[in-house]
């Protein structure tokens, strides 16, 4: 068993920055794919960062370049540097892990074992 714990949501302006932070605990021996996942009202699921056991990364077409996954040195706390930020990128977010080796935006969300609670990101116009 993994808990995944978010923070560092908020509300910000059209072209500000945010940090989401996710702490792992539990069973965090076992490498996997770790990921960020959106969901807005009315909408998808969508994936927008993923990072696999080699540290290798990838992004929905949606962030690219403007968002970066990253883990800290203990690989126990998983990070989500927002900038640019769009309206359309208010949503509640969610840190995700699941089996390592398929690791990319085409990976259906249902697929991941382990999921926080959300974090809520605010971008006004």
Excluded: H
Excluded at 16 to 28: E, F, H, K, P, Q
Excluded at 43 to 53: A, L, P
Excluded at 64 to 78: C, D, P, T, Y
Excluded at 84 to 89: A, F, G, N, V
Aim: hydrophobic fraction near 30%; proline fraction near 3%; aromatic fraction near 12%.
């Amino acid at each position: 068993q993994v808990q995944l714990v978010e923070s560092g949501g908020g509300s910000v302006q059209t072209g500000g920055s945010l940090r989401l932070s996710c702490a792992a605990s539990g069973n965090t021996d076992i490498s996997y794919c770790m990921a960020w996942f959106r969901q807005a009202p009315g909408k998808e699921r969508e994936g927008v960062g993923f990072i696999e056991t080699d540290g290798s990364t990838s992004y929905a077409d949606s962030v690219k370049g403007r968002f970066a996954i990253s883990q800290g040195n203990s690989k126990n706390i998983l990070y989500l540097e927002m900038n640019s930020l769009k309206p359309e990128d208010s949503a509640m977010y969610y840190c995700a892990a699941g089996w390592s080796g398929y690791c990319d935006p085409m990976r259906p969300w249902d697929s991941f074992d382990y999921w926080g609670q959300g974090t809520q990101v605010t971008v006004s116009s």
